[in-house]
């Protein structure tokens, strides 16, 4: 058989078209939106729609539901994203590890991590990785919810030591840390320093939303052995630090944030520390991926470059 024969067999050709279909819909499942996932794949919103329809319609099933303000797989959806997503992470792995043998290491890269671990650790690494290696993208999504990064097709994620699943491999890239409760000399005049953390309910508290339960994060204390949890009452909640720290520094209330984040506040007197001995060390931040999946070759080098920041 001549390599034109091979080319244009039917089969051939109905298995190209179910690749591409098939790659369709794992970005869409991957990223919950059509309009998000077609500008990715490089098409228009009604034809990828067209491609999804045509798939399901072709495999007698229902792979994503639709609403206006979201898309997600079906039970059929996250079954075949079971099924043939380690397929396609293992053909781009393959392919990316040919592409290392020339010197040139290629391919991309998704990690899920929280805002603090991105600016002090992660943006850092990614910065001097894609400066050595130009040809290696990256993508970060800043979420304080604990995401299923198989499900959502990251290739790994950072959280706090403590937050990282036993089922995954979890490699520490920052130290330990401590967190401050901190608020501004104009605050402080209105209201009396909390000595413990019962104190803080007469207090007004820069709240932070968490994504997963839609309640508010509650402070974590600990001391001589115990840990108790308290929540100040405000009226501003907020999802970002800068946010949680401008409205810190303008004096509404008091913030719950990472030491390093206000250092420079506490010394210049902008910001004042209260309850210091409540806050002991946290675990630091650790970058984690399934164990069950080999790392791309991108991965393994940002994760040279972040170990070798500890």
Known sequence: MVWWEWTYNPMVLIMRDTVTDLIAFLTVARERSFTKAAAQLGVSQPALSRTIRKLEARLGVRLLTRSTRSVAPTDAGERLIETIGPHFDGIETGLNEIRELSGKPAGSLRITSVE????????????KLMLDYPDISVEISNDYQLVDIVAQRYDAGIRLGEQVAKDMIGVRVGPDF???????????????KPLTPHDLTTHTGINLRLPTSGGLWSWPFAKDGREIRVRAEGHVVCNTLPLMLDFALAGVGLAHVPEDVV??????????RVLDDWCPPVTGYHIYYPSRRQPKPAFRLLLDILRSGV
């Open 116 to 127: 603090h671990a991105s600016t002090v650790i992660l943006a850092p690494g990614v910065c």
């Open 178 to 192: 401590r967190m401050a409760v901190v608020g501004t000399p104009s605050y402080f005049k209105r209201r009396a």
């Open 263 to 272: 250092q420079a506040d506490m010394e210049q007197g902008r910001l004042i």
